[in-house]
């Protein structure tokens, strides 16, 4: 017994597995925007952190504005202190955890730049991991490279507008 199969009741068959296809797409994109939105955008965007070295998290060295587009928050900075220039740069957030990243930085005006890793503990703070490649003399004059490891907390300032 042969069966066959109308080609009216293929095409459709067809037209609605595309469709399923499209709409689950754009359900997924969609429920991933509210995920930016809810976990990064809302707590994040248009706010201002002050840095703090970790070794001492009580006297802040910059300050830094963050804006948020999709799963990147891209800021800018300035220190305090004035001995470091201005500096921006831009974490892209792990889009399956949204608590985890990696980016980079570069200071204005110099060569220095740095690749950076985050963690967004809580609502008000990121723990910023920065190793910079510096240049010192070894026991025999020579300069070399040499990384510096730098570790930042930033905290969010509440009522600054």
């Avoid at 928050?73 to 990696?102: A, H, M, R, T």
């Avoid at 570790?151 to 969010?156: E, P, Q, V």
Wanted: overall charge positive.
């Amino acid at each position: 017994m042969v069966v066959c199969i109308h080609p009216d009741i293929l095409s459709s068959i067809i037209t609605g597995i595309i469709a399923n296809i499209l709409f689950t797409l754009i359900l997924i994109y969609g429920v991933q925007q509210f995920r930016y939105w809810y976990f990064l955008k809302r707590k994040y965007n248009n706010k201002t952190f002050h840095s703090f070295w970790k070794r001492f998290p009580e006297d802040a060295i910059q300050e830094i504005n963050c804006k948020v587009r999709g799963n990147k928050i891209i800021f800018s900075g300035k220190s305090l202190n004035k001995k470091i220039s201005g500096f921006d740069g831009q974490f892209i957030i792990n889009p399956v955890n949204l608590k985890y990243g990696e980016g980079y930085h570069f200071h204005e005006h110099t060569d220095g730049f740095a690749f950076s890793k985050i963690i967004i503990r809580d609502d008000s703070t990121f723990f910023v991991d920065v190793p910079y490649t510096g240049v010192k003399e070894n026991n025999k004059q020579r300069k070399v490279g040499y990384i510096v490891y730098q570790a930042f907390i930033w905290k969010l300032i509440e009522n600054k507008i």
